[in-house]
């Protein structure tokens, strides 16, 4: 007996339990509040924003749907192709990791993404809750292959191809060509220059949440509907 419960004690130092990284949910909001005043993420995502990324990671960390839980990427489709949307956020540290553009499909809209499917060969983005599956060489190079994680929001996505991929048309150079990115099919491509680096901090597991001001998505999502939304209000 004596030696088991030294094991079960050795146990928890080494490998403390998920959900004492869990912050109870009294305490999430100001979970979301320290990491917002982060310098760089202030500047960077909205409030409203981060509150829904933050609420829905937890949800799926809770579930066990996090291989890799040390990362979170939010994709905010409220801004113009031109600008900067995604960013991934090391939530442990409090810290941004790195920031890009990214180009959404060419029929939810031009300069911006107003429109959004789940339904195969519509070339239109999705939105919610994704996790990153396995890397793989394809069509586009060095790709990471996407599931999503909302019925009849995204959980198509792996049937789509719904992947992270670089891409010619996601770069400056093209912005000033033509004022805004060029367009996919439906995946969140990538400038060529950093693909590769954010395909390798959030490969394997990891939480990406996809935003719009959608009140359909909104309302709809199992995720926001949790007890962890209904006792921390924004």
Do not use: W
Request: aromatic residues 8%; hydrophobic residues 35%; charged residues 20%.
């Amino acid at each position: 007996m004596a030696l088991r419960l030294l094991c079960l004690v050795m146990c928890l130092v080494f490998f403390p339990l998920n959900a004492q990284s869990i912050p109870a949910q009294r305490d999430l909001s100001n979970t979301i509040r320290t990491l917002y005043h982060t310098t760089e993420l202030r500047n960077s995502i909205d409030y409203a924003v981060l509150h829904k990324a933050v609420t829905g990671y937890y949800t799926l960390k809770k579930r066990g749907a996090l291989k890799n839980d040390q990362v979170l990427t939010i994709i905010d489709y409220n801004k113009p192709s031109n600008k900067k949307r995604l960013f991934v956020i090391d939530v442990n540290r409090n810290r941004l990791l790195t920031s890009s553009l990214v180009a959404h499909g060419k029929n939810s809209g031009k300069s911006r993404a107003v429109r959004f499917s789940n339904v195969p060969g519509s070339f239109k983005s999705s939105l919610g809750f994704f996790v990153t599956d396995r890397t793989y060489q394809g069509k586009h190079g060095y790709s990471l292959r996407l599931r999503g994680m909302e019925r009849g929001i995204n959980d198509n996505a792996l049937m789509r191809n719904i992947v992270i991929h670089g891409a010619d048309y996601v770069s400056r150079d093209f912005i000033r060509k033509h004022g805004r990115l060029g367009r996919s099919h439906g995946c969140p491509a990538l400038p060529f220059s950093q693909y590769r680096q954010v395909i390798d901090l959030i490969k394997d597991g990891s939480c990406l949440f996809i935003h719009h001001a959608e009140n359909s998505y909104t309302g709809n999502s199992a995720l926001f509907n949790t007890d962890l939304v209904r006792n921390n209000p924004a």
